[in-house]
């Protein structure tokens, strides 16, 4: 089978390359407008990091892997088209900052119909409001094409960071498809692939419509349980109980669940708080201005969270920041991605430059995130010297382990430290004369 992906980011690339690997027998082909970015794909230097995303590439790429800037090309020899190009959230007209800006793809749509040569399968891959497909099967129907256009739904629920583990055992593999005949031996046709590596009671069916709106709820549902758990963390710190000690004993309740209650800065990346966005300006859409003000709490809190992280450093140092130095640990969205996209970190640093503090920022795979008035260095250690306080945002694995004394040492005095991921040990931090601020538990202080 020929598959192409549409879209060479986040998405497309780690997808096709793990389908590459569990598909011998078909061919994959990842395309771009992006020259640059395919350009980046054929390299030794992959656009983006992602564990273990490197290796599967060497391994298929010329095989049956490839990345192209061809679009037409690609799209007349295709047999399944997925479309994985970006949906940001709108920032224009009707539906601004809300709805997603649906631009690019409907482009595909008209590509796909100007330059298909034989019947296709069209996938969307990427999150889309409910009812895109429609709007797709309505482009690839309106001309006087020569060939049949089937579209299903099979959105993606793989996190950053550990893509390629979530594309090799997925929790679920979700095709939507309409009551049709020929929609349903597309469904069959899409699920064969799959059946390769997925086994067959992990392969939902759904209608188009129910497939679209899980993923939306699916990401909804995670956000909730992040803010739901920071909220709590301001309670915490208010009435000095332990964020971390809530969560322990509420997750162990098996109807909750223990995943997905880390309290911290908040919830950031390219889906969760565009997804909600969206799910509130569909529930508004339908008249359910209830139901979209429940969702829109949660981005608010979010919000919130960051705004109040902020607060609490500068009530902590003595209620100015202007002129000093404050070291960002951290600058991705979360640990094992370069992706900055929505990051709190960004938030973070910005808060801080208007309180006129000098920002220095590491991250081992972000390098910038066009923040005006900050500065990056090569190692934490750097962007401690001489710091009056130490931000950890991301949870990098590699900031557990640091030399805290030796950062201790090149500190200016008070020394504090944000722990913005509650991942450090804080009463260690404490002894070695650290003033310790995590999120949601009460601070240790030396004053
Ligand atoms: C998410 C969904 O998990 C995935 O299924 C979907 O396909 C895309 O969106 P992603 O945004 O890549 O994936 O990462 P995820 O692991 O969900 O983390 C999202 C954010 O929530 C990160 O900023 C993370 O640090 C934060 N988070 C997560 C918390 O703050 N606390 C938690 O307990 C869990
Ligand atoms: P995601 O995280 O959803 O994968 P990205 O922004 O990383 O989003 O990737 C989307 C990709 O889609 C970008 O590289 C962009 O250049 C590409 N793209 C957008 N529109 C088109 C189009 N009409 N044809 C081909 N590629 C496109």
């Known amino acids: 089978m020929e598959v192409v992906c549409i879209g060479a980011g986040y998405v497309g690339g780690p997808t096709m390359a793990v389908m590459a690997k569990m598909c011998p027998k078909d061919r994959f082909t990842v395309v771009d407008v992006d020259a640059n970015r395919i350009d980046a794909w054929n390299s030794d230097r992959l656009p983006i990091y992602e564990p273990g995303l490197d290796e599967i590439v060497t391994m298929c790429r010329g095989r049956n892997l490839f990345f192209s800037a061809d679009v037409p090309a690609a799209i007349r020899k295709a047999d399944i088209v997925f479309v994985s190009v970006n949906t940001p959230t709108k920032l224009y007209g009707e539906g601004a900052f809300f709805a997603s800006d649906m631009k690019y793809y409907e482009q595909t749509a008209r590509d796909i119909l100007a330059y298909a040569d034989s019947d296709k399968i069209v996938v969307e891959k990427s999150t889309v409001p409910v009812r895109t497909a429609a709007t797709m099967s309505r482009i690839l129907c309106s001309g006087k094409q020569k060939h049949n256009f089937v579209v299903l739904s099979n959105p993606e629920f793989m996190a950053e960071g550990t893509a390629v583990q979530d594309l090799c055992a997925p929790d679920r593999v979700l095709i939507g498809g309409d009551d049709t005949p020929a929609a349903q031996s597309a469904v069959n046709r899409l699920a064969g692939l799959y059946s390769q590596w997925v086994p067959a009671n992990r392969v939902l069916k759904a209608s188009v419509w129910s497939s679209e709106l899980s993923k939306l709820a699916s990401n909804a549902m995670l956000a909730q349980r992040v803010s739901s758990v920071n909220s709590l963390a301001a309670l915490c710190e208010a009435s000095g109980a332990d964020v971390t000690e ?202």
């Not at 094992?336 to 220095?360: M, Y």
């Not at 260095?377 to 590699?398: D, S």
């Open 246 to 447: 809530v969560s322990k004993a509420v997750g162990m309740d098996g109807r909750i669940g223990p995943r997905f209650l880390e309290a911290g800065i908040g919830f950031g990346g390219s889906c969760f708080t565009k997804d909600i966005l969206n799910l509130v300006y569909l529930c508004r859409h339908y008249g359910l201005e209830n139901e979209a003000e429940y969702w829109h709490q949660v981005v608010k809190m979010n919000a919130r969270q960051r705004e109040r992280f902020v607060s609490r450093i500068v009530a902590a140092m003595f209620n100015t920041l202007s002129g000093k130095r404050v070291a960002l640990f951290g600058l991705a969205f979360k640990s094992d991605t370069g992706d900055t996209r929505d990051s709190p970190a960004i938030t973070i640093a910005e808060g801080l430059v208007r309180e006129q503090a000098e920002v220095v920022i590491h991250d081992p795979k972000a390098s910038s995130a066009g923040i005006p008035g900050v500065s990056f260095v090569q190692t934490p250690y750097e962007a401690a010297a001489w710091a009056h306080a130490v931000l950890l945002l991301t949870n990098w694995k590699e900031y557990v382990e640091l030399d805290y004394a030796r950062i201790f040492d090149s500190m200016q005095k008070p020394a504090f430290l944000f722990d913005g991921r509650n991942l450090l040990d804080h009463h260690k931090l404490h002894a070695m004369g650290f003033n310790v601020y995590p999120v949601g538990k009460p601070a240790l202080e030396h004053f």
